[in-house]
Nanobody
Framework: VQLQASGGGLVQPGGSLRLSCEAS????????MGWFRQAPGKEREFVSS????????NYAESVKGRFTISRGNAKNTVYLQMNNLRREDTAVYYC???????????????????WGQGTQVTVSS
């Protein structure tokens, strides 16, 4: 599976951005796509996930109520709508996908076999 992410950029605190990620194929009914991020000098961290079967979503506590992950109009596409952005949201955001990740491992980077190239999100005034 190949992933193509887009939509990063520079935004002021309180602003919004939408990230998009398209997968080359959906390999099973249990297909999950999501996002991780990594800020300079910090560990890579889970942001959100979307399970196509059932539309189940998960979020990191730090983004709940501000970020929304959803299915895109195009097949095998997910969006990450990021509202009320904060300086601490600044990071490289990576799209991920897996057909085998289980519910208890959704926040584990090692559970995802496919990674996109990363897109920079900078929140600054």
């Amino acid at each position: 599976v190949q992933l193509q992410a887009s939509g990063g950029g520079l935004v002021q605190p309180g602003g919004s951005l939408r990230l998009s990620c398209e997968a080359s194929e959906r390999t099973s009914s249990r297909f999950v796509m999501g996002w991780f991020r990594q800020a300079p000098g910090k560990e890579r961290e889970f942001v959100s996930s979307f399970r196509f079967s059932g539309g189940y979503t998960n979020y990191a506590e730090s983004v709940k109520g501000r970020f929304t992950i959803s299915r895109g109009n195009a097949k095998n596409t997910v969006y990450l709508q990021m509202n009320n952005l904060r300086r601490e949201d600044t990071a490289v955001y990576y799209c991920v996908a897996s057909s085998t990740v289980i519910q208890s491992n959704l926040a584990s980077a090692s559970a995802y076999g496919a990674w996109g190239q990363g897109t920079q999100v900078t929140v600054s005034s």
